[in-house]
């Protein structure tokens, strides 16, 4: 294998940007839905999270393995989605992710400043 071949299978940096940014993304959704939970133990946490995967492991697992498996599962299909784009896509993911974890940074000022 020459140089250039090892290079092709290489992740490139927005794609391992993309993935550090999942993993952000899915480390506020836990950090978000526990807070609000110990906030609001009443409340149905599973209501405030909006990725459909997570949300049924959270119902069917409770917090933690729920947002485990989830989490490994949401992170699994944005790995093989990242293999398989195309690099122009990279970028606008990147961007995706970017706002999301500004989302979360939102949503943590409110839950803070309420109650």
Do not use: W
């Not at 195309?86 to 706002?99: D, I």
């Amino acid at each position: 294998m020459n140089t250039q071949e090892g290079m092709k299978k290489m992740l490139t940096k927005i794609q391992i940007a993309i993935l550090v940014l999942s993993l952000i993304d899915l480390t506020a959704s836990f950090l978000y839905v526990n807070t609000f939970h110990t906030k609001y133990p009443q409340a149905d946490y599973t209501q405030i999270e909006a990725n459909p995967i997570i949300k049924m492991a959270l119902k069917h697992l409770g917090i933690v393995k729920g947002m485990i498996f989830g989490g490994l599962i949401v992170f699994g299909i944005m790995f093989l989605l990242v293999l398989s784009m195309k690099e122009n896509f990279h970028y606008y993911l990147a961007g995706v992710l970017s706002m999301m974890c500004i989302y979360h940074l939102l949503n943590f000022n409110l839950l803070r400043a309420t109650g």
